[in-house]
Protein backbone atom coordinates (compact mmCIF):
# COMPACT_ATOMS: atom_id res chain seq x y z
CA UNK A 1 0.00 0.00 0.00
CA UNK A 2 1.72 3.31 -1.04
CA UNK A 3 1.64 5.84 1.86
CA UNK A 4 1.97 9.43 0.56
CA UNK A 5 5.45 11.30 1.85
CA UNK A 6 5.10 13.85 4.90
CA UNK A 7 7.42 16.77 5.44
CA UNK A 8 10.37 15.58 7.73
CA UNK A 9 10.00 17.09 11.15
CA UNK A 10 12.53 19.70 12.78
CA UNK A 11 12.33 17.31 15.96
CA UNK A 12 13.15 13.28 16.20
CA UNK A 13 9.11 12.17 17.08
CA UNK A 14 8.89 8.94 18.50
CA UNK A 15 5.10 7.80 18.90
CA UNK A 16 4.41 6.38 22.37
CA UNK A 17 4.70 2.31 21.75
CA UNK A 18 1.46 0.42 20.60
CA UNK A 19 1.51 -3.27 22.29
CA UNK A 20 2.10 -5.85 19.87
CA UNK A 21 -0.73 -7.54 18.84
CA UNK A 22 -0.50 -11.33 19.19
CA UNK A 23 0.08 -13.20 15.07
CA UNK A 24 -1.65 -16.27 14.18
CA UNK A 25 0.31 -19.22 14.40
CA UNK A 26 2.02 -20.51 11.48
CA UNK A 27 2.93 -23.93 10.99
CA UNK A 28 6.16 -23.97 9.23
CA UNK A 29 7.79 -26.15 11.82
CA UNK A 30 5.51 -28.86 11.33
CA UNK A 31 5.19 -29.20 7.30
CA UNK A 32 7.53 -32.59 7.55
CA UNK A 33 5.76 -34.30 10.14
CA UNK A 34 1.67 -32.92 10.10
CA UNK A 35 0.21 -35.75 7.87
CA UNK A 36 1.53 -38.57 10.19
CA UNK A 37 0.38 -36.72 13.06
CA UNK A 38 -2.64 -34.90 12.25
CA UNK A 39 -3.82 -36.32 8.89
CA UNK A 40 -6.29 -39.23 8.55
CA UNK A 41 -6.70 -42.02 7.15
CA UNK A 42 -7.38 -42.15 3.20
CA UNK A 43 -11.01 -43.28 3.31
CA UNK A 44 -11.87 -40.84 6.10
CA UNK A 45 -10.25 -37.95 4.14
CA UNK A 46 -12.79 -39.20 0.86
CA UNK A 47 -16.04 -38.88 3.58
CA UNK A 48 -15.17 -35.55 4.65
CA UNK A 49 -14.93 -34.59 1.24
CA UNK A 50 -18.57 -36.19 0.41
CA UNK A 51 -19.76 -34.54 3.09
CA UNK A 52 -18.66 -31.49 2.17
CA UNK A 53 -19.75 -31.52 -1.87
CA UNK A 54 -23.24 -32.36 -0.52
CA UNK A 55 -23.47 -29.70 1.94
CA UNK A 56 -22.31 -26.95 -0.98
CA UNK A 57 -24.71 -28.19 -3.39
CA UNK A 58 -21.97 -29.83 -5.92
CA UNK A 59 -22.81 -32.48 -8.27
CA UNK A 60 -21.91 -36.04 -8.19
CA UNK A 61 -19.94 -36.01 -10.98
CA UNK A 62 -16.01 -34.26 -11.16
CA UNK A 63 -16.21 -30.92 -13.24
CA UNK A 64 -12.56 -31.24 -14.50
CA UNK A 65 -12.79 -34.13 -17.31
CA UNK A 66 -11.53 -34.03 -20.58
CA UNK A 67 -10.93 -30.57 -21.98
CA UNK A 68 -12.15 -29.30 -18.79
CA UNK A 69 -8.95 -31.16 -17.46
CA UNK A 70 -6.87 -28.75 -20.08
CA UNK A 71 -8.29 -25.57 -18.75
CA UNK A 72 -8.19 -26.22 -15.34
CA UNK A 73 -4.35 -26.71 -16.11
CA UNK A 74 -4.50 -23.14 -17.19
CA UNK A 75 -6.51 -22.36 -14.03
CA UNK A 76 -4.12 -23.87 -11.59
CA UNK A 77 -0.79 -22.14 -13.90
CA UNK A 78 -1.98 -18.84 -13.16
CA UNK A 79 -2.93 -19.24 -9.59
CA UNK A 80 0.79 -20.88 -8.74
CA UNK A 81 2.10 -17.57 -10.64
CA UNK A 82 0.17 -15.79 -7.70
CA UNK A 83 1.20 -17.81 -4.98
CA UNK A 84 4.52 -17.17 -5.86
CA UNK A 85 4.54 -13.64 -6.00
CA UNK A 86 2.02 -13.21 -3.11
CA UNK A 87 5.26 -14.84 -0.87
CA UNK A 88 5.17 -13.54 2.58
CA UNK A 89 2.66 -11.14 3.14
CA UNK A 90 -0.08 -10.54 0.23
CA UNK A 91 0.45 -6.95 -1.35
CA UNK A 92 -2.38 -5.00 -3.21
CA UNK A 93 -1.09 -5.98 -6.31
CA UNK A 94 -1.17 -10.19 -5.54
CA UNK A 95 -5.01 -9.29 -4.25
CA UNK A 96 -5.51 -8.44 -7.64
CA UNK A 97 -4.21 -10.94 -9.25
CA UNK A 98 -5.74 -13.66 -7.15
CA UNK A 99 -9.09 -11.89 -7.44
CA UNK A 100 -8.51 -12.45 -11.56
CA UNK A 101 -7.61 -15.58 -11.02
CA UNK A 102 -10.67 -16.47 -9.21
CA UNK A 103 -12.91 -14.80 -11.47
CA UNK A 104 -11.43 -16.80 -14.61
CA UNK A 105 -11.51 -19.60 -13.18
CA UNK A 106 -15.07 -19.87 -11.58
CA UNK A 107 -17.26 -18.27 -14.38
CA UNK A 108 -20.70 -18.10 -13.77
CA UNK A 109 -21.65 -21.42 -15.40
CA UNK A 110 -19.99 -23.46 -13.37
CA UNK A 111 -22.23 -25.81 -12.30
CA UNK A 112 -19.06 -27.35 -9.93
CA UNK A 113 -18.83 -24.50 -7.40
CA UNK A 114 -16.26 -22.09 -6.51
CA UNK A 115 -14.32 -23.61 -3.53
CA UNK A 116 -12.27 -21.95 -0.93
CA UNK A 117 -10.59 -23.63 2.05
CA UNK A 118 -8.50 -21.00 4.98
CA UNK A 119 -5.66 -22.65 6.53
CA UNK A 120 -5.66 -25.25 3.54
CA UNK A 121 -2.10 -26.80 4.85
CA UNK A 122 -1.24 -29.67 3.12
CA UNK A 123 -4.41 -29.89 1.63
CA UNK A 124 -5.77 -33.10 3.86
CA UNK A 125 -9.28 -31.66 3.71
CA UNK A 126 -8.82 -30.07 -0.11
CA UNK A 127 -6.86 -32.78 -1.86
CA UNK A 128 -9.62 -35.47 -1.83
CA UNK A 129 -11.92 -33.15 -3.63
CA UNK A 130 -8.94 -31.43 -6.09
CA UNK A 131 -8.41 -35.03 -6.89
CA UNK A 132 -11.88 -34.98 -8.12
CA UNK A 133 -11.27 -32.41 -10.19
CA UNK A 134 -13.05 -29.57 -7.99
CA UNK A 135 -12.44 -26.20 -8.23
CA UNK A 136 -10.92 -25.61 -4.90
CA UNK A 137 -8.54 -23.00 -3.77
CA UNK A 138 -6.74 -22.53 -0.31
CA UNK A 139 -5.30 -20.27 1.61
CA UNK A 140 -2.34 -20.56 4.67
CA UNK A 141 0.35 -18.83 6.09
CA UNK A 142 2.75 -20.79 5.87
CA UNK A 143 4.76 -21.29 2.40
CA UNK A 144 6.40 -24.89 3.48
CA UNK A 145 2.61 -26.43 4.06
CA UNK A 146 1.88 -25.17 1.06
CA UNK A 147 4.76 -26.84 -0.82
CA UNK A 148 3.72 -30.14 0.76
CA UNK A 149 0.28 -29.52 -0.44
CA UNK A 150 2.19 -29.30 -3.79
CA UNK A 151 4.37 -32.01 -3.31
CA UNK A 152 1.71 -34.38 -2.91
CA UNK A 153 -0.67 -33.36 -5.23
CA UNK A 154 2.58 -33.60 -7.77
CA UNK A 155 3.22 -37.40 -6.56
CA UNK A 156 -0.20 -38.79 -7.65
CA UNK A 157 0.11 -36.54 -11.01
CA UNK A 158 -2.23 -34.01 -10.32
CA UNK A 159 -2.16 -30.46 -11.05
CA UNK A 160 -0.80 -27.99 -9.15
CA UNK A 161 -2.99 -26.90 -6.80
CA UNK A 162 -4.33 -23.81 -6.54
CA UNK A 163 -2.90 -21.92 -3.39
CA UNK A 164 -2.03 -18.59 -1.60
CA UNK A 165 0.52 -17.73 1.29
CA UNK A 166 -1.64 -15.06 2.70
CA UNK A 167 -3.57 -13.88 5.99
CA UNK A 168 -7.46 -15.18 6.46
CA UNK A 169 -7.94 -11.72 8.37
CA UNK A 170 -6.93 -9.91 4.96
CA UNK A 171 -8.66 -12.78 2.06
CA UNK A 172 -7.46 -11.27 -1.41
CA UNK A 173 -10.20 -12.16 -2.90
CA UNK A 174 -13.19 -10.02 -4.58
CA UNK A 175 -16.77 -9.96 -2.92
CA UNK A 176 -18.65 -13.33 -3.44
CA UNK A 177 -16.28 -15.14 -5.25
CA UNK A 178 -17.18 -18.25 -3.71
CA UNK A 179 -20.08 -20.81 -3.43
CA UNK A 180 -18.40 -22.28 -0.47
CA UNK A 181 -15.60 -21.58 1.97
CA UNK A 182 -14.18 -24.54 3.97
CA UNK A 183 -12.39 -24.11 7.47
CA UNK A 184 -11.20 -27.21 9.66
CA UNK A 185 -9.21 -26.71 12.59
CA UNK A 186 -7.94 -23.04 12.18
CA UNK A 187 -10.12 -20.42 14.02
CA UNK A 188 -8.80 -21.24 17.12
CA UNK A 189 -5.69 -19.97 16.09
CA UNK A 190 -5.92 -16.35 14.83
CA UNK A 191 -6.26 -14.17 17.63
CA UNK A 192 -8.40 -12.00 15.36
CA UNK A 193 -10.59 -14.69 14.23
CA UNK A 194 -13.57 -12.47 14.27
CA UNK A 195 -11.83 -10.46 11.48
CA UNK A 196 -11.07 -13.53 9.57
CA UNK A 197 -14.84 -15.02 9.73
CA UNK A 198 -16.21 -11.25 8.24
CA UNK A 199 -13.80 -11.89 5.62
CA UNK A 200 -14.88 -15.83 4.73
CA UNK A 201 -18.73 -13.55 4.88
CA UNK A 202 -17.51 -10.64 2.31
CA UNK A 203 -15.69 -13.43 -0.14
CA UNK A 204 -18.91 -15.69 0.00
CA UNK A 205 -21.71 -15.54 -2.83
CA UNK A 206 -24.89 -14.40 -2.10
CA UNK A 207 -26.58 -17.58 -0.52
CA UNK A 208 -23.39 -19.11 -0.13
CA UNK A 209 -21.99 -21.73 2.62
CA UNK A 210 -19.28 -21.31 5.29
CA UNK A 211 -18.25 -25.23 6.15
CA UNK A 212 -16.83 -25.39 9.82
CA UNK A 213 -15.41 -28.13 11.96
CA UNK A 214 -17.40 -27.84 15.72
CA UNK A 215 -14.89 -27.21 18.50
CA UNK A 216 -15.95 -30.85 20.45
CA UNK A 217 -12.55 -31.66 21.79
CA UNK A 218 -13.37 -35.00 23.32
CA UNK A 219 -14.82 -36.57 19.90
CA UNK A 220 -12.40 -34.86 17.65
CA UNK A 221 -9.38 -36.22 19.63
CA UNK A 222 -10.80 -39.31 20.91
CA UNK A 223 -10.75 -40.83 25.03
CA UNK A 224 -8.10 -42.83 24.23
CA UNK A 225 -4.10 -42.49 24.52
CA UNK A 226 -4.12 -39.48 21.77
CA UNK A 227 -6.44 -37.38 23.89
CA UNK A 228 -5.71 -38.31 27.22
CA UNK A 229 -2.33 -37.70 27.21
CA UNK A 230 -2.66 -34.60 26.22
CA UNK A 231 -5.18 -33.65 28.65
CA UNK A 232 -3.43 -35.67 31.42
CA UNK A 233 -0.19 -33.28 30.61
CA UNK A 234 -1.89 -30.20 30.37
CA UNK A 235 -3.02 -30.81 33.57
CA UNK A 236 0.67 -31.26 35.27
CA UNK A 237 1.80 -27.79 33.42
CA UNK A 238 -1.00 -26.58 35.32
CA UNK A 239 -0.25 -27.66 38.61
CA UNK A 240 3.08 -26.12 38.45
CA UNK A 241 1.63 -22.86 37.10
CA UNK A 242 2.61 -23.16 33.32
CA UNK A 243 -0.17 -23.53 30.38
CA UNK A 244 -1.24 -22.45 27.20
CA UNK A 245 -2.77 -19.15 26.30
CA UNK A 246 -5.75 -19.19 24.18
CA UNK A 247 -4.93 -17.32 20.92
CA UNK A 248 -8.40 -17.68 18.81
CA UNK A 249 -12.13 -18.76 18.98
CA UNK A 250 -12.40 -20.26 22.72
CA UNK A 251 -14.92 -23.06 21.63
CA UNK A 252 -17.83 -23.92 19.71
CA UNK A 253 -20.43 -22.00 21.45
CA UNK A 254 -18.48 -19.08 20.58
CA UNK A 255 -17.84 -19.41 17.50
CA UNK A 256 -20.99 -21.00 16.60
CA UNK A 257 -22.69 -17.64 18.43
CA UNK A 258 -20.41 -15.38 16.21
CA UNK A 259 -21.67 -16.85 12.61
CA UNK A 260 -25.64 -16.55 13.87
CA UNK A 261 -24.64 -13.08 14.98
CA UNK A 262 -23.82 -12.68 11.32
CA UNK A 263 -27.10 -14.14 9.67
CA UNK A 264 -26.03 -17.36 9.41
CA UNK A 265 -28.10 -20.78 9.91
CA UNK A 266 -26.75 -23.45 11.39
CA UNK A 267 -27.14 -27.11 9.45
CA UNK A 268 -25.53 -29.75 11.49
CA UNK A 269 -23.85 -32.34 9.37
CA UNK A 270 -23.88 -36.06 9.61
CA UNK A 271 -20.58 -37.26 11.24
CA UNK A 272 -17.71 -38.49 9.87
CA UNK A 273 -16.78 -41.52 12.65
CA UNK A 274 -13.76 -44.27 12.20
CA UNK A 275 -11.99 -46.73 14.85
CA UNK A 276 -8.11 -46.79 14.57
CA UNK A 277 -5.98 -48.19 17.49
CA UNK A 278 -3.45 -46.44 19.60
CA UNK A 279 -0.37 -46.85 22.39
CA UNK A 280 0.20 -44.88 25.23
CA UNK A 281 3.58 -45.44 23.64
CA UNK A 282 3.28 -43.86 20.58
CA UNK A 283 1.81 -40.35 22.44
CA UNK A 284 3.95 -39.92 24.75
CA UNK A 285 6.94 -39.79 21.89
CA UNK A 286 4.65 -37.29 20.33
CA UNK A 287 4.31 -35.14 23.28
CA UNK A 288 8.44 -35.33 23.43
CA UNK A 289 8.75 -34.06 20.10
CA UNK A 290 6.73 -31.21 20.92
CA UNK A 291 4.67 -31.70 17.57
CA UNK A 292 1.10 -29.85 18.82
CA UNK A 293 1.16 -26.12 18.64
CA UNK A 294 0.24 -25.68 21.88
CA UNK A 295 3.87 -26.79 22.72
CA UNK A 296 5.01 -23.86 21.06
CA UNK A 297 4.21 -21.60 23.99
CA UNK A 298 5.66 -23.61 26.94
CA UNK A 299 9.61 -23.51 27.30
CA UNK A 300 11.31 -26.66 27.00
CA UNK A 301 12.55 -27.99 30.34
CA UNK A 302 9.21 -27.50 32.04
CA UNK A 303 7.49 -29.66 28.92
CA UNK A 304 9.85 -32.58 29.13
CA UNK A 305 9.75 -32.71 32.73
CA UNK A 306 5.92 -33.11 32.49
CA UNK A 307 6.08 -35.48 29.97
CA UNK A 308 8.45 -37.69 32.32
CA UNK A 309 5.98 -36.74 35.30
CA UNK A 310 3.21 -38.55 33.21
CA UNK A 311 5.50 -41.63 32.25
CA UNK A 312 6.16 -42.01 36.21
CA UNK A 313 2.32 -41.57 36.85
CA UNK A 314 1.24 -44.08 33.66
CA UNK A 315 3.74 -46.67 35.81
CA UNK A 316 1.98 -46.23 38.86
CA UNK A 317 -1.51 -46.70 37.58
CA UNK A 318 0.04 -50.08 35.89
CA UNK A 319 -0.69 -49.07 32.29
CA UNK A 320 0.52 -51.25 29.35
CA UNK A 321 1.83 -48.03 27.35
CA UNK A 322 2.20 -49.99 24.34
CA UNK A 323 -1.04 -52.28 24.64
CA UNK A 324 -3.19 -51.17 21.62
CA UNK A 325 -5.83 -49.12 22.18
CA UNK A 326 -9.31 -49.65 20.46
CA UNK A 327 -10.22 -45.87 20.19
CA UNK A 328 -13.73 -43.76 18.02
CA UNK A 329 -12.80 -40.61 16.81
CA UNK A 330 -15.23 -38.19 14.73
CA UNK A 331 -14.95 -35.01 12.68
CA UNK A 332 -17.92 -33.11 13.06
CA UNK A 333 -19.29 -30.52 10.84
CA UNK A 334 -21.83 -27.91 10.11
CA UNK A 335 -22.96 -25.80 7.43
CA UNK A 336 -23.68 -22.31 7.96
CA UNK A 337 -26.30 -20.92 5.74
CA UNK A 338 -25.71 -17.32 4.52
Known amino acids: MSRALAKRPRRCTI ?13 D ?16 GERIADRIERAAGIGAEPR ?48 GGRL ?17 GRRVFGI ?3 GPMLDRYRAK ?12 RGDATRLPFRAGSFDAVVEVHVLHLIPGWREAVAEVRRVLAPGGTLLVSRRLWNRSEGNGPRGLARRRHARILAEWGLGTQRIGVRGDEEMIASLVELGGRVEELEPVSWRERETWAEYLEILERRVWSESWQVPE ?13 LA ?11 VERHVDLAAIRF
Do not use: K
Open 153 to 164: AADEGLEAPAVL
Open 301 to 313: APWEAAVRRLRVD
Open 116 to 132: LEIGVGTGRISLPLHRR
Open 316 to 326: ADAVDINAPVT
Open 29 to 44: RAADYYDQTRGFPAEV
Open 64 to 111: ATGAETAAGGAITGRAAVTAGAAAGAVTAGAAGAAATTVGSATGAGDA
Open 15 to 27: PAPTPPRSSSVAF
Open 140 to 142: DLS
